[in-house]
């Protein structure tokens, strides 16, 4: 598969792009003419991170890192670089503070204690994170950050702070919001993003229900949007519709399709993200008779066959489906145990090296991953530390924090005191713990701590 670079070129001038094992080498491994946005690297460079800069007859772009895959290259499953080092980083909510906080990674593992504290307006800020991708287009990845009423979208900077990019308000302030990066949907070099509302319990309150595609640019990001016709959908509902949204490449045409669960219906819509201003979905994927869904999200390539995968987990019975590009379904059941809505469900990208990707689970008592294989997952469970009274596990997907080559997995342990994420590396099928993630133990006015670890960006 061909490996593409993305450019920015507001002054419609040829660059000459160069790219390196390290930045200001004397002798670039790959140095050629880019006409276009896009350009293929050829030959393919072999595994391992590179940097790549561009030249125009009035500018010299900085050195941008990028990471080429032991493998075929699939996206979809972005890792969270905020400071643009190369090393994946680690952000972690903590609603009941208002806040999640940014832990940079770098060679050996993150840093502690945290390097960044993000805040926002709203209550609790931080109940949402994902990894965004670059919606300004400046060659650094950003965030996405939310809570009830708002989203905020926070631009990555190399070797700096965040700075916020993007505030963009709910219809109504005491509504949830699910967020999620959904990769380039309409094919103009800048990520894109989608928003889908819900409300926060039933009653005799009407909320707004509504998914709402956000497209990126170099500047006012999210000023053009589109509301999805959403199937069957009253624009004002009573029940809680969790709807949780993803991306993945299920049409194969090159660009990211949008995919929303929806518990209430029963279904899971897909929007082909080329034609998604028709605001009609292409596809729809039935759950099973009686079953309660819970998420939906882009799974990678599970079973090595070089298209997307898509896992949708059900709370009852207790099961995580694997719709596949092609062949049956997978179904991964998890008896005598309760699966999590929110937060539930991480794409991790190929954690053991084997060329396929890999899916963790959280449950109430314990993570599983999903190692993929062209037969079928194996299971096997992770015990994260279990301090003070747990409530729940959740998981996270971002990237390799260590730089040794393997993405990594990041798990929750929410209790009413501090709460802790667990870091493990990956490179095998036994993950090895890597890093305690933690903040001072705060209580809130509901007294129940900061729940930090509640979200983890990355999914």
């Known amino acids: 598969m061909a490996q593409i670079l993305t450019l920015t070129n507001d002054d419609d001038e040829s660059a000459t792009v160069e790219v390196c094992g390290e930045p200001d080498c004397a002798m670039p491994a790959r140095s050629f003419v880019a006409t276009s946005t896009t350009v293929a690297i050829e030959p393919p460079l072999p595994a391992g991170r590179w940097f790549w800069r561009a ?27 905020l400071d643009g080092d ?39 800020f931080g109940f949402r994170l994902d990894a965004a991708g670059d919606v300004d287009g400046d060659g650094v990845l950003d965030l996405l950050a939310g809570g009830r009423g708002a989203t905020r979208v926070f631009a990555g900077q190399p070797c700096g702070m965040t700075e916020l990019l993007a505030a963009i308000e709910g219809p109504t302030p005491d509504q949830s919001a699910e967020l ?24 005799d309150v009407e909320y707004v229900c509504d998914v709402r595609v956000y497209y990126g640019g170099a500047s006012a990001v999210g000023a053009r949007s589109l509301t999805l016709s959403v199937e069957d959908s009253d624009p004002w509902c009573y029940d809680p519709w969790a709807v949780a949204a993803a991306d993945a490449d299920l049409t194969m ?20 993200g080329s034609t998604a201003a028709t605001g009609l979905p292409f596809r729809l994927i039935e759950g099973e008779p009686g079953a309660e869904l819970g998420l939906a999200t882009n799974a990678g390539d599970l079973d090595c066959d ?43 990208g190929d954690v053991d090296g084997d060329g396929c990707d890999d899916l963790a689970i ?25 301090e003070r009274y747990l409530l729940y596990f959740t998981v996270g997907g971002p990237g390799d924090v260590d730089g040794d080559g393997y ?33 001072e133990p705060f209580h809130s006015v509901h007294d129940s701590g900061p729940m930090f670890g509640l979200s983890i960006a990355g999914r």
């Open 306 to 348: 070089g298209a997307f995968d898509l896992a949708i987990s059900q709370l009852d019975p207790r099961r995580v489906r694997i719709v596949r590009a092609a062949g049956d379904p997978w179904a991964i059941d998890l008896p005598e145990t309760v699966l999590r809505r929110h937060n539930g469900l991480a794409a991790l």
């Open 407 to 439: 993405p990594d997995l990041a798990v929750g342990s929410v209790d009413l005191e501090a709460g802790l994420v667990t870091l493990y590396a990956g490179g095998s099928r036994e993950p090895r713990e890597m890093a305690r993630l933690s903040i």
């Open 55 to 81: 030249h125009t007859p009035g500018a010299t772009t900085p050195w941008w890192p990028f990471t080429v895959a032991d493998g075929p290259t699939r996206r979809g499953i972005p890792q969270v670089d």
């Open 180 to 203: 999620a990066g959904i990769g380039d949907v309409d094919g103009d070099g800048y990520d894109d993003f989608v928003t889908a509302t819900s409300p926060i319990s039933g009653g």
């Open 362 to 386: 959280t449950t109430r008592e314990a993570v599983v991953v999903a190692f993929g294989g062209h037969d079928g997952p194996t299971l096997v469970a992770v015990a994260p530390p279990e």
């Open 253 to 272: 045409d090159g660009l990211p399709d949008i995919v929303v669960a929806r518990p209430d219906l029963g279904v899971v819509e897909v929007y082909e």
């Open 86 to 124: 190369g090393y994946a980083d680690v952000v972690v909510g903590a609603p009941e503070m208002a806040a999640a906080y940014v832990f940079h990674g770098g060679c050996g593992g993150p840093s502690a204690p945290y390097d960044e504290r993000l805040s926002g307006s709203g209550y609790y």
